[in-house]
């Protein structure tokens, strides 16, 4: 049976040839915002941090609403940054996340943190759930960047037109532009449900 990490990867290559990224000018890229990496990024990875989110060990996750999310990382320049890490982690279908600070009261079905090595065409991409609101926050899936041990970006990446956002503290301090970069919209299509998210880094 063929390795997942592989059946993921060719996937990501099948699906994803129109993900491009847009220049405001003929100058550098924009930076994608930071933001606070919040209280739960997990204290130890788990066993299982592969791009498949719906899927820990041989457990199978079968709640809440599947989704991919996937996009490029490169440079100011535009240039793909091969050998960068994505990382995500986002709470499961009722709003826990796997963390002692949060009770572990996470679905264990539930990877809920993920992480891809970014190849040559600079593209990654994570199944997973589309992100819900808990308690003080709106749906948001938080990600890192790192390359050679150094971290590049710690973000959250936000759902296009969900009623939460106004409300949200960290969301409402973005400017116009950075909430256009940070809050993207999930889009059905032919391989389900998808959020593109470019992501630009200074390495």
Not at 60 to 86: F, H
Request: aromatic share 8%; with cysteine.
């Amino acid at each position: 049976m063929p390795n997942r990490r592989i059946v993921l990867a060719c996937a990501a290559a099948l699906a994803a040839p129109h993900l491009r990224l847009a220049r405001a000018s003929s100058g550098p890229l924009r930076p994608t915002p930071s933001q606070t990496e919040g209280p739960f990024y997990p204290v130890s990875l788990p066993a299982d941090t592969d791009g498949d989110l719906l899927r820990n060990g041989s457990a199978v996750y079968q709640r809440g609403t599947p989704a991919w999310v996937e996009g490029t990382v490169v440079d100011l320049n535009g240039a793909p940054l091969a050998g960068a890490v994505v990382e995500i982690w986002q709470c499961d279908h009722a709003g826990h996340y796997h963390h002692p600070g949060d009770g572990g009261r996470a679905d264990p079905a539930f990877q809920g943190f993920g992480r891809v090595v970014v190849g040559r065409d600079g593209r990654y991409r994570f199944r997973t759930l589309k992100p819900v609101p808990y308690s003080g926050r709106t749906p948001h899936i938080h990600a890192k960047v790192w390359l050679d041990r150094m971290e590049l970006l710690t973000t959250q990446l936000y759902v296009a037109d969900d009623p939460g956002n106004a409300k949200d503290f960290l969301w409402r301090r973005l400017s116009a532009v950075d909430r256009e970069a940070l809050t993207v919209p999930f889009q059905s299509g032919a391989n389900g449900l998808t959020a593109r998210f470019p992501i630009v880094v200074q390495a």
